[in-house]
């Protein structure tokens, strides 16, 4: 157990390493905040001609509970309040003040210093919260809803909007939002050429839409599972599927579809916490759990997802940022605390099956859990976000686990369907050899009764001195026995002998020749079970062989069996025609999809027994060579 448990120590501590060492590198490398070039200072960014993509992550000078129409800055310069910000230094407009209210309005400015030669640019704005209109030099580019008060209207698509600039070029978007819990800019600007901004969004949304489709086809089969087995495991893992789709397709629908605020967000937050209680329930399922702890915890985390949904629903009637701050610390300590026990239950049973598989995928997704919370300023460029690649993970290995042990209970269908069907060789076998008994008895008896009759006659002739007569009637007697077919006794092991005899008969009925030279002594050191499954499973493959070819080609069975220096031979070997597969020393079936069960039940008798078996063809012919140490009766 010592052991166990320190192999799952270092397991979590080289996994959690590992993905750490990934989030870290995708930090760097796939970071819009750590992205090379030049950043904004005190509102002002300077862009080089070569230079054809930035990512504005700050500094703007944010005018706060203002919604500044073009020309208005110009016209009361200096009398508005400003300060500085970074795109994402807030939760929201309350800007870290807990008591003022989360919603209102705001405004973005920036002033881009260009080239003198006129150019096309392109600025690419993700899911600002929750409308907005975008100016460039006091002129309306785009707008995405309606920020104005009166006419307020939500709406959120991710947008890319060109326009010609030069020289000093101010960029203004005013914000209005009454309705998200993330209120204003959340999401990096992307600014550049047209052809840079829009390659890096249409390889983001090409990015989401693989990772969509490939959770959609693990999903399919997860249902396909469950239709087939009525796996309770395999309806939770589809449900975790759909949880995992419905908290990451935002991108890939906001690019297309523009959406209000609610229910979507609420939805996205109600899949989250789902997706950790199907993990809970599918981890209790996979090892066997019959306590109650992980049912009450996936019951709590959807009960959690419910009461979130609901209050994204209903939170624009937050008077202050404090409720949703005392939310979200509920929230993160209930995601910790999910994933911990996950890990712990992993650890604490990773002496069972496939535990090891879970504790990789749940070690990845807590690992994700700390990378979202230690580098807070990420934001992908073209990748997924450490959440969305934990949960890949964490899916994979799930389904990893389950593709497992589906494939072992079909291992063991197979092998125990393998078995039965021996079995009811094994019975069909003793009854025809006890049939054969029954019936010699029977003749026995007929003879002993007959017997009465002829030795009647015989003294009859005798006394009557008709020698001649009489060596004339036993002649004719001798005859008629002679005729009648001999009992067959292939060895002295019997239950070896009503083997062969089964299969004899089912050559002799398809006029197959079996040649047999049998010493087989009637005890020794291995047990009758081993010797029945050897001779029981090389026979029947041999006599499958042989029965599929032509008569013209003469095809046989050969049995050979003999004792020498302590050792065990046995030789048999079968004409064939069909070609023969094989991969090493395993050999693929005829009967079933997979290798052959009864070649590989024969290895592992000779190899437990302390011998070895070779499999050879030539010419046409199948040969099984066995050789095994044995001690006679004399010595057992």
């Known amino acids: ?64 509970d203002l919604l500044l129409p073009p020309g208005e800055l110009e016209k009361h310069k200096g009398e508005y309040y ?14 870290g003040d807990k008591d003022k209210s989360p919603f209102g309005s705001g405004t973005y400015r920036m002033t881009l210093v260009l080239p003198e030669k006129e150019k096309r640019y392109a600025i690419g704005l993700v899911e600002v919260f929750s ?42 978007i005013a914000v209005t939002d009454r309705h998200s819990v993330s209120s204003g800019i959340q999401f990096v600007p992307v600014f550049g050429l047209p052809l840079q901004v829009n390659l890096i969004r249409g390889l ?38 759909i949880c995992v789709m419905g908290c990451s397709s935002y991108p890939v629908l906001h690019a297309f579809v523009p959406v209000k605020v609610q229910p979507a967000y609420g939805l996205e937050a109600l899949f989250y916490y789902l997706m950790f209680a199907c993990v809970v329930v599918v981890q209790q399922k996979i090892l066997c759990d019959e306590g109650n702890f992980s049912k009450i915890l996936a019951i709590v985390l959807a009960v959690a997802g419910v009461l979130i949904f609901v209050t994204e629903l209903l939170c624009s009637g937050i008077q202050s940022a404090g409720g949703l701050y005392l939310v979200s610390g509920i929230t993160e300590v209930m995601k910790w605390f999910s994933a911990f026990y996950l890990m712990f239950r992993s650890v604490k049973d990773i002496q069972q099956k496939y535990s090891s598989v879970l504790l990789v995928g749940i070690t990845a997704y807590a690992s994700s859990l700390a990378a979202d919370r230690i580098w807070k300023a990420y934001e992908p460029i073209v990748g997924g976000w450490f959440t969305e690649f934990g949960a890949a993970v964490l899916v994979f290995c799930v389904g990893l686990t389950l593709w497992i042990e589906l494939a072992n209970a079909y291992r063991f269908q197979l092998i125990y369907g393998e078995y039965s069907r021996q079995m009811e060789q094994k019975l069909l076998m003793q009854k025809q050899h006890y049939e054969e008994l029954t019936q010699k008895m029977d003749e026995i008896s007929k003879m002993r009764h007959d017997m009465r009759h002829h030795l009647r006659t015989v003294m009859a002739y005798a006394q009557q001195e008709k020698y001649e007569e009489l060596m004339k009637y036993l002649q004719e007697y001798a005859s008629v026995m002679t005729k009648e077919e001999k009992t067959v006794c292939y060895c002295r092991n019997m239950a070896v002998d009503a083997v062969i005899h089964f299969y004899a008969g089912e050559l002799k009925q398809r006029g ?64 064939y025609t069909n070609e023969i597969q094989r991969k090493e020393d395993r050999f693929y079936s005829t009967k079933h999809g997979g290798f052959g069960i009864g070649t590989a039940s024969v290895t592992e008798v000779v190899q437990k027994a302390g011998g070895y078996v070779t499999f050879c063809t030539e010419d046409g012919v199948f040969k099984v060579n066995i050789f095994l140490p044995v001690k006679i009766a004399a010595e057992v």
Request: with cysteine; glycine share 6%; hydrophobic share 40%.
């Open 512 to 575: 197959i020749l079996l040649e047999h030279d049998m010493m087989l002594p009637e005890n020794i050191s291995i047990s009758d079970t081993d010797l029945c499954k050897i001779y029981g499973n090389l026979l029947e493959n041999a006599v499958d062989a042989v029965a599929e070819q032509s008569r013209e080609k003469n095809p046989y069975v050969k049995i050979l069996t003999k004792i020498k220096n302590k050792k065990l031979l046995i030789e048999i070997s079968n004409t």
């Open 1 to 64: 157990m010592k052991k166990k448990r320190k192999y799952s120590l270092i397991l979590v501590i080289v996994v959690f390493v590992l993905s750490m060492g990934v989030f870290f590198l995708l930090y760097y490398v796939d970071n819009k905040y750590t992205a090379r070039g030049d950043q904004a200072i005190q509102g002002i960014l300077y862009v080089r001609e070569d230079d054809p993509l930035h990512y504005l992550t700050g500094e703007w000078e944010y005018y706060p």
């Open 82 to 95: 400003s300060r500085y910000i970074s795109i994402g230094e807030y939760g929201g407009m309350d800007l």
């Open 204 to 241: 983001s949304i090409v990015g989401d839409a693989v990772y969509l489709a490939l959770t959609f086809c693990v999903f399919l089969f997860a249902v396909y599972m469950f239709v087939r087995t009525k796996k309770a495991e395999f309806c939770f893992f589809a449900l975790l599927c």
């Open 131 to 172: 409308s907005y209109n975008l100016y460039v030099n006091g002129n309306l580019v785009g707008q995405v809803g309606n920020p104005d008060l009166e006419n307020y209207k939500e709406q959120i698509q991710n947008r890319v909007f060109t326009f010609e600039g030069k020289g000093n070029t101010e960029i203004m």
